[in-house]
């Protein structure tokens, strides 16, 4: 079992670029979260996917922000027009009952 | 308030040393996990409870939801143990986390 998958590892992005953030939950597990980690705001919820339906996306910001889950093998979060306020460490987790089980995170750096 | 609390905020410890580190809940969990986030920033999961009290080598968490607190311990502290400590309780359909404790053990 190879846990959660999360790629890149790093994307460095320039102001106004798109970024897609990819996670491969653990097989079999039915609920997938996605985070986000600043020194300032600390971890914070973005969003979640139950079954691959989406069930709470209030942590994520309104504007350029959207996260789908075409599958029940990944599920990828986009952001549009990269800001500098949005760089951050994205954090995916997956669990089949309350167990968060999380991946090593895409740290994105927009410039 | 803030849902989860946590407490302290930062904590430096001598090798060999106990400490215990708190998050206290606005309202009822279900349940509470406890990570630890090492230098490279991983998140690894230490407990998850549902209530009671669990223990693995030198950790020890307790859950009281009706108290509304959970208390991971921490025993003859080690080097490797330095990180950010995260619990994360269930609220609802949601996970909501601590802010986090940075622990600094020393020799």
């Known amino acids: 079992n190879a846990g959660v998958i999360q790629t890149p590892r790093h994307k460095v992005t320039g102001k106004g670029q798109e970024a897609t953030l990819w996670c491969e939950p653990i097989s079999g597990h039915s609920a997938v979260f996605w985070y986000r980690q600043t020194i300032v705001q600390g971890l914070e919820f973005l969003t979640y996917f139950r079954n691959q339906a989406p069930i709470d996306d209030s942590g994520m910001p309104k504007e350029r922000f959207s996260a789908q889950m075409p599958n029940q093998s990944h599920s990828t979060l986009k952001i549009q027009s990269t800001q500098p306020q949005d760089s951050a460490v994205y954090l995916c987790?997956?669990?089949?009952?309350?167990?968060?089980?999380f991946g090593h995170g895409t740290k994105l750096s927009v410039l | 308030g803030m849902p989860v609390e946590q407490n302290p905020p930062a904590l430096s410890l001598y090798e060999g040393a106990d400490s215990g580190l708190r998050c206290n809940f606005s309202t009822t969990m279900k349940s509470v996990q406890w990570f630890q986030q090492n230098h490279r920033g991983r998140l690894i999961t230490l407990f998850y409870l549902a209530q009671g009290t669990k223990e693995n080598g030198r950790l020890k968490s307790t859950f009281n939801s009706k108290e509304r607190y959970s208390t991971l311990h921490i025993k003859d502290a080690q080097l490797e143990d330095s990180g950010t400590y995260f619990c994360a309780a269930e609220a609802g359909d949601k996970v909501v986390f601590g802010t986090g404790t940075r622990l600094q053990v020393s020799p």
């Open positions: 987790a997956s669990s089949l009952t309350e167990r968060l089980f």
